[in-house]
């Protein structure tokens, strides 16, 4: 069983993602925290992120595991803990730059396509649905509009960094959607059969219980077509 989250940042992904997998007893895969990973290696090393061959070595280069149960999923570059470190802001808007080099997506779809092919994983990013894998089991794409997702985004950020402001949030949600939809190379889309949820006036337990009766109408219906074969 895949399963395949897209949308833009901030629209609850990870967390319905985690619960999905947690319910089911899948693999969770947060491929934005590769491209984070990738990003932040390209930091440390000092290499320019707009440089596309020096990104494309960084991304080939580096060893990212990803370890742990959904809910304390441990982001590991090269066997050091980093999953704090991509979190930070310099992190996300590098990661979203670096994401835009088709040699690094190519790297990092490629790492994806062999974790999902080890078993039932749900994953969540922007391209799964109509990239990595456009024959997953469930698809779906998770939006709210940017000021909702601002909101969220200074709710959990606001412990960690006191001094966040509201409107910088806002600004950076609207350069990044920009960014992730307009590249050429495997934009944000909205994927064939995708089911689409927005989550603006959607509460968390709502949207995981439609996205729950979508799988199980998913696996019910392959269920009667194994069964259907086979008679
Ligand atoms: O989901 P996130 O915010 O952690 O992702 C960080 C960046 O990585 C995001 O701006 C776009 C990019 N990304 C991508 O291009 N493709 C994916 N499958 C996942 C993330």
Redesign the pocket.
Known sequence: MIIAI?GP?GAG??TLGRMLARELGLLYL???????AV?YAALRSGADTTDGEAMAKVAREANIELAGDPDSLQVLLDGHDISKE?RSEAA?HS??II??IPKV?RE?VRR?RELGARGGVV??????GTV?FPDADAKFFLTATPEQRAGRRYDEERRRAPDLNYEEILHDINA?DN??SS?TD?P?AIADNAVVFDTTELSIEEVFGRMLEVVQSKIASQGHSHSSERS
């Open positions: 897209d940042s992904k990870s947060d491929t934005g925290a590769m491209y984070r990003a991509i996300g990661a979203s994401s835009a997506r990092l994806q994953l969540d990013g922007r391209d799964i990595v990044r960014r992730d590249r495997s944000l």
